[in-house]
């Protein structure tokens, strides 16, 4: 771990600990739903044919997670940047004797682990709840298809911190106009896709991840 | 490394741009494209075409180039408008020698086709299908309660507790390899709709490239081994349809674009075609007691071949014009010197880079927008060693580059852009 | 000046925004110990010039220089030896005093606890008690008190009056004082209320249209400024645009004249207005005297 890794975390953390409440609700809330949802559907219909459909039709019936998920990203990534673009205060963190490359990235970081903990507890969520109800064949595609929408809500994120703390509204404008293009990129909706496609995805989400710096160090050396 | 995060942001401007702009250009520029349709008459002895003018409106002609009344081109295609010619009280039941009655010419008239797209869907679906009672002797099947995995074997599980049912996978699995299957499975077919009369069951392909027919019959097991020869050939796609009338189940399709009829009598039948990609092409296949007649449909030309008893009599192409074409093709080929788009299914190009087919007016563009973007500079007084940089990325990215880098130029000369 | 012991340095500064020249060759440097005053009216570029040395602005031309380091460049150590306070007493006000001195206190390893908890005691408040729940002045205490407990040698203070009343303003000077001229440190700060750094600075830079008007000991500011009261019947505005007038003011019962003339000089300049003995001079205060040299606007 970074010297100051912990630090900037920690600080994070404080900002942001309702939204992570909020965050864990939101998700919690729609797994428990979806969890109900199948479960009516499994009791009033064949059980064989709603696993035929899901098989012909890709069904994704846990689809509303991916809404919770973005949804997710998209709040954490403007309330995380809105404390630092408000008054100017990301100048405390620019400020504070750490490389700032580091404090940008760390920032970015902490956002990272929280989008990958809701990544983590939602496809546990779905498989678990889908074990109940659907033979291996069918769970165990479903990790893939939420990673696809992990790589989505990662470069939500990205979008959302990014055109946050950006502090002149004209570029603002301009960076959605360069970046919101790339949303909806990596839409995945059927199983057993091709990993190489994830793969791509993977480094684009990785390369849009660090976009933040592009407004950060404006801000560090711009205003 | 605030040069690196003004690019990344033009990295990922060119990504989105490459995928947006050409869509919006079709969006506005396509021109819609209503199908043609090949058929072959033998009444004239030539294939026959049902297209459309710029005003949509329908012209029939034939190969030779005659033009018909839609009255003339039913009347010359009694396969296809059998049902129209004989409430009409038009249908001659005599036909290049044959008699076929209007009531057989629309029982025995079967289409079958499939696409690309329809055969990645496959190859990726989830491996687990329903094995119905193959004689309900209802006009429509049940669901079973259970569906089964192929692969390795053949495993029942049963869905409503969602465990395995043992004691069934071991009996079809044995019943399987007391016919000579070798497992695991390569590819299998079925049709897994339960609006039928009767189910003709799964087809398998084992490991030694061997056709086997697997039904249920009062809950037990019925194996028949087919007299196929694939020749080693992959295989990629078996397609099932069942029609109480036909005397054939479906079709084989192999990667390098055979085509196999699956009979009913354990043997399969070989269509010869010169040039069919089934990952890229669509295909129509009418079968009908005058003749088989299959459409190979490309980009841009649709080829029919005709058949007779499996054997290859003659075939057609026909131009197809695209959605873009002429000078609106022309433009996209020069605005876009690339464009992405995703496929989600095909295993060779997941995510499809289209190269501009014109590369010489293309760059001619690019230049111009260099020229341009340099101009800009000079004018907004904002040329600086990155110009240069600059320069280098629209060369590389053409029109979205171009415009990313405008986009984040600094018009105002604030030190916001430093 | 011993140049070893410069310890910010502005040279040939000089900024725009847009097609408005801001900065036009600013220059000074601050000494290890001084306590130094960056005065302006309002777009006379006070706020670029701290903007610059804080790095958050890059200059069209010229350097800032802090511990031998470009500004815009500082390594960590050197960030740690400088205390920056944000127009406005920024901070992390979604943090408790607790919580920001656990955050702060991994950053610098001389964190000096008491001088915190002695801020803290004046503050007097619980230490679960958030920022954003405090007033204005108890925010400028905090964001003092994090200053002085990280031991920074070199304390930045940009407009540190920014929403404070007289009382608070004053308070934080106090404590500001206190802590300097104990322990050497060196200090460049501005406010937009002038005579509250009279008692404070040493040494004061008045910038205009962004060049340095005057650069000298506070003391010496006020050098050949002189202060008359001249009573209110008289015909004034003849007097406002003489070459030795630089300000006029009224007040309730006089008018308020700052002038370079002596007392003799200006007996002169007004015998045939007003009678000798109605000429009554005044002590300048330092704002008097900016305001002098600036003009009003």
């Known amino acids: 771990m970074g010297k100051y890794m912990k630090s900037i975390f920690y600080k994070e953390f404080i900002k942001l600990n309702r939204i992570l409440l909020a965050v864990f609700i939101i998700n919690t809330a729609v797994l428990i739903y979806t969890f109900f949802r199948v479960r009516l559907g499994i009791m009033m219909n064949e059980p064989s044919g709603i696993w035929l459909d899901i098989i012909l039709k890709n069904g994704i019936f846990y689809s ?21 673009f408000e008054r100017k205060r990301f100048r405390l963190a620019c400020h504070l004797p750490i490389n700032e490359y580091k404090m940008i990235f760390y920032t970015s970081l902490f956002g990272f682990f929280v989008i990958a903990g809701i990544w983590i507890y939602n496809t546990l969520g779905v498989v678990l709840l889908a074990a109940q109800f659907f033979p291996a064949d069918i769970y165990k595609e479903i990790p893939l298809i939420i990673f696809y929408w992990f790589l989505n809500s990662l470069i939500i994120y990205s979008f959302a911190s990014s055109i946050t703390l950006e502090a002149s509204w004209n570029v603002k404008l301009r960076l959605v106009l360069l970046m919101a293009g790339s949303l909806g990129a990596f839409k995945m909706t059927v199983y057993n896709s091709n990993i190489l496609y994830a793969f791509t995805a993977l480094i684009f989400a990785i390369i849009y991840f660090f976009a933040i710096y592009f407004p950060a160090l404006r801000f560090r050396k711009g205003l | 490394m605030k040069l690196y995060s003004k690019y990344l942001i033009v990295f990922i401007a060119v990504f989105s741009f490459s995928m947006i702009m050409p869509y919006f250009y079709s969006l506005m520029f396509v021109k819609n494209t209503d199908k043609d349709f090949i058929y072959y008459s033998e009444i004239i002895d030539d294939f026959a075409i049902r297209t459309y003018n710029a005003d949509r409106n329908n012209i029939y002609k034939d190969k030779a180039g005659n033009i018909y009344s839609e009255h003339e081109f039913k009347q010359i295609l009694p396969q296809v408008y059998a049902r129209d010619l004989s409430l009409n009280n038009k249908y001659t039941e005599i ?17 079958l086709s499939t696409t690309a797209d ?52 071991k009996l079809f699995t044995s019943e399987l390899l007391n016919n000579g299957f070798v497992f695991p499975v390569k590819i299998f077919g079925s049709n897994p709709d339960v609006r039928k009369s009767f189910d003709a069951g799964i087809f398998l392909l084992d490991s030694n490239n061997q056709l086997f027919n697997l039904k249920m019959i009062e809950s037990k097991p019925v194996v028949e081994k087919y007299k196929a020869d694939f020749n080693n050939e992959e295989i990629a796609l078996i397609s099932i349809k069942e029609n109480q009338y036909a005397n054939f189940y479906g079709f084989v399709i192999s990667k390098a674009g055979n085509i196999y009829l699956i009979n009913r009598n354990s043997t399969v039948n070989k269509f010869l075609i010169e040039d069919y990609n089934p990952y890229k092409d669509g295909l129509r296949i009418n079968i009908n007691p005058l003749h088989t007649l299959i459409n190979v449909t490309k980009e841009t030309e649709q080829t029919s071949y005709l058949f007779y008893n499996n054997q290859l009599i003659k075939s057609y192409t026909l131009e197809i014009i695209p959605t873009l074409s002429g000078a609106r093709l022309y433009f996209y080929n020069v605005l876009f010197p690339f464009s992405i788009y995703g496929n989600i299914y095909t295993a060779a190009e997941y995510l499809k880079v289209e190269i501009t087919t014109n590369i010489p007016a293309s760059l001619i563009f690019i230049i111009i927008l260099i020229i341009i973007y340099f101009i800009i500079c000079r004018y907004f007084k904002s040329i600086s060693k990155t110009t240069i940089i600059d320069m280098a990325v629209i060369a590389l990215s053409g029109i979205y580059g171009f415009t990313a880098l405008l986009l984040l130029q600094n018009y105002k000369k604030d030190t916001l852009w430093e | 000046m011993n140049f070893n012991n410069v310890v910010i340095s502005v040279a040939n500064l000089e900024h725009s925004y847009g097609s408005t020249k801001v900065l036009n060759g600013l220059n000074f440097t601050i000494e290890k110990g001084k306590i130094f005053g960056l005065f302006g009216k309002n777009g006379a570029g006070k706020t670029t010039t701290i903007n610059i ?61 008491k001088t915190f908890a002695y801020f803290m005691e004046k503050l007097g408040l619980p230490k679960n ?43 934080f000077l106090d404590h500001l004082n206190q802590f300097v001229k104990d322990n050497n440190k060196t200090i460049l700060i501005t406010s937009h209320i002038v005579q509250d750094l009279e008692r404070f600075v040493d040494e004061a830079v008045i910038i205009n249209k962004g060049h340095v008007l005057l650069s ?26 003489h070459k030795d007038i630089l300000d006029i003011s009224i007040t309730k019962e006089h008018y308020e004249v700052i002038s370079k003339l002596t007392l003799e000089e200006s007996f002169n300049l007004f015998k045939d207005t007003v009678k000798k003995e109605q000429i009554i001079p005044y002590t300048v205060s330092f704002e008097d005297a900016f305001i002098a040299l600036t003009g009003k606007y």
């Open chain 3, 53 to 113: 040395l804080m790095g958050f602005l890059t200059p069209e031309k010229g350097e800032c220089i802090i511990y031998g380091e470009k500004a815009a460049s500082l390594s960590n150590e050197n960030k740690r030896r400088i205390g920056l306070l944000h127009e406005g007493h920024i901070s992390y006000d979604f943090m408790t005093l607790e919580q920001t001195e656990k955050f702060y206190k991994d950053f610098f390893p001389n964190w000096e606890s």
């Open chain 1, 64 to 84: 509303k997670v991916e809404t919770a998920f973005y949804i997710s990203a998209l709040l954490l990534g403007v309330m995380q940047f809105y404390p630092e």
């Open chain 3, 129 to 171: 008690r958030k920022i954003k729940h405090m007033s204005c002045g108890q925010r400028s205490q905090v964001a003092l008190a994090v200053l002085m407990a990280q031991g920074a040698e070199t304390l930045i203070l940009d407009d540190f009056s920014m929403g404070l009343d007289a009382g608070y303003r004053r308070l």
């Open chain 2, 95 to 111: 036909i290049n020698n044959k008699i076929v009655s209007a009531e057989d010419m629309i029982k025995y008239n079967f289409y």
């Open chain 2, 118 to 169: 329809k055969i990645d869907e496959e190859n990726i679906r989830i491996k687990l299908i329903p094995i119905f009672e193959s004689q309900s002797g209802s006009a429509s099947l049940s669901m079973p309660v259970d569906l089964a995995r192929i692969g390795e074997n053949i495993t029942f599980i049963n869905a409503r507790t969602n465990k395995v049912d043992t004691e069934k996978s």
């Open chain 3, 216 to 241: 000298a000991p506070l003391s010496n500011i006020k050098d050949g400024i002189y202060g008359y009261k001249l009573p209110l019947n008289i015909d004034i505005e003849k007097f406002r645009n």
